[in-house]
């Protein structure tokens, strides 16, 4: 890569943009096999159950306001 082509604010602009989509990607990734992990006790079948639901939905609320103090 051209040093010079570091300097262009286009470019600059769309690295942060796929440097962001990898950690959202990333925590995403993590937050499915955490949560999972500790919500899904058994077979999933067609729909989870109300436990398994309000759990996903405590621990994924859970894990993303721990993302953003830390």
């Known amino acids: 890569m051209d040093p010079s082509s570091m300097n262009n604010p286009e470019l600059l ?3 942060n943009q796929e440097k962001e989509r990898a950690m ?3 925590m995403v990734g993590k937050l499915t096999n955490v949560c999972w ?3 899904i ?3 999933p079948w067609s729909k989870f159950s109300s ?3 309000a759990c996903l939905a405590n621990c994924a ?3 993303l306001d721990m993302s953003m103090i830390i």
């Open 13 to 15: 602009q769309f690295i």
């Open 51 to 53: 436990s398994e639901s």
């Open 61 to 63: 609320g859970r894990y």
């Open 37 to 39: 992990d500790k919500c």
């Open 24 to 26: 959202v990607n990333e």
């Open 41 to 43: 006790t058994g077979t």
